[in-house]
């Protein structure tokens, strides 16, 4: 098996760097030869099998979000990475398309934050799913001006990430979905972390020729409580690397379905998305999922079956874009922000940067390259 991308590094410089670039490259495409799959558990040398907790989560309650019993999950560690756990898709059949479904037509919603808000009205930003409808169900190959939906960037939740300041705030917080925030304590429950309490949410949205610059996620105030991660729509490429942007980082393959718990000594690492790639073929299709309703249909089930109508949207769009949710605890028990002069009170009026890369529209602002994530020609802090 060829080990094309960490032969290609020399000590001391910036190997992660080099291989989010080997990946990211469109031509000649990269050799993939060497990036984990966990759904087909390739190479089975570096996976390990991951403890988890099946009583943590009744049957029941995990089928409220969707979930299989936590005994049948397919969740595996990684050599040399403690803490971090990867789950492959432990969804039910048939309740993805509800969490698709949220993200692209109930979280970007007022009063969560979106990337369009930075520079439309709030009247104009607080329809995008109706005012994308038009474009995005008639199956014209016209290029049509761009939805609001094809525009939409990220989203935040809870305690709104500020893009620019790097923080969270006291100041700028609204009410965290429940639906999400449940997911979230079952899924970390299952993991060995009850009590986590999901405070912070950002859902980013790439289009197929989007990327995620590399970065840490270090602006939570308790790093002891893991960050969680659920990807929906297409595949993608994701590395892990280490503490150091001289680490070469290990690549693996995130498909529809799957999560990530990076926690303990894998909470702080540098990671990075530098491809999507269309969804393996013979994997479950998202798409045909709509055909098989999840049965959970019990009282308090967060699952509710999507509407052909609405179906015919999430599933134009997931067919070239992928949506990642990452959930964090900001705060740790009895913690609090702390008081900070009032310039660095700013709420979202004002952010421009997100951390993804590439398809700049023309339409959009330009990004400040300020962010740690941003290019990755920039410098990382
Ligand atoms: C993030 C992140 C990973 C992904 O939002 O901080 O690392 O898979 N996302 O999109
Ligand atoms: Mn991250």
Not at 92 to 103: D, I, Y
Not at 149 to 171: I, M
Not at 213 to 224: A, F, K, Q, T, Y
Not at 333 to 343: A, H
Request: aromatic residues 8%; glycine residues 8%.
């Amino acid at each position: 098996m060829a080990k094309m991308a960490a032969a290609m590094v020399e000590s001391g410089e910036d190997a992660f760097r080099k291989i989010f670039k080997f990946y990211k490259r469109r031509n000649p495409p990269p050799d993939f030869s060497d990036v984990i799959d966990f759904s087909r558990g390739l190479p089975s040398d570096k996976i390990v099998p991951a403890k988890l907790d099946p009583s943590a989560v009744s049957d029941v309650e995990g089928a409220r979000v969707g979930l299989r019993p936590v005994r049948d999950w397919r969740a595996f560690g990684l050599q040399g990475f403690p803490g971090f756990i990867f789950i492959s898709n432990p969804f039910l059949l048939g309740s993805q398309p509800s969490w698709v479904r949220r993200c692209l037509k109930t979280y970007p919603q007022k009063p969560n934050v979106c990337n369009l808000d930075m520079h439309m009205s709030p009247s104009e930003t607080q329809d995008i799913w109706g005012k994308s409808l038009r474009g995005l169900s008639s199956p014209s190959g016209k290029r049509e001006p761009k939805t609001l939906l094809e525009k939409l960037r990220w989203v935040t939740l809870g305690y709104h990430y500020n893009w620019d300041t790097k923080t969270y705030s006291a100041d700028h917080h609204t009410p965290f979905p429940e639906d999400l925030h449940s997911l979230s304590e079952h899924v970390t429950a299952a993991c060995g972390f009850p009590g986590f309490n999901a405070e912070a949410g950002i859902l980013n949205y790439y289009r197929s020729d989007s990327s995620l610059g590399i970065h840490v996620d270090e602006s939570e105030l308790d790093h002891s409580r893991p960050l969680l991660s659920f990807c929906f729509g297409q595949s993608s490429i994701f590395l892990l690397g280490g503490t150091r942007r001289q680490d070469p980082p290990t690549a693996m393959f995130m498909h529809s379905g799957d999560m990530m718990v990076m926690s303990g000594e894998s909470r702080l690492l540098y990671h990075a998305v530098p491809r999507i790639l269309p969804a393996p073929e013979g994997q479950a299709a998202l798409e045909t999922e709509h055909c098989s309703p999840a049965s959970s249909n019990q009282d308090g089930s967060v699952v509710e079956p999507v509407s052909e109508e609405d179906w015919v949207v999430c599933s134009r769009y997931i067919q070239s874009s992928r949506v990642n949710v990452t959930v964090r605890q900001v705060l740790g028990p009895g913690q609090r922000f702390p008081e900070t002069p009032s310039s660095q009170q700013r709420t979202g009026a004002g952010q421009t940067a997100g951390y993804h890369e590439g398809h700049e529209d023309q339409d959009s602002v330009k990004r400040k390259r300020r962010s740690s994530c941003d290019s990755d020609d920039a410098d990382e802090t």
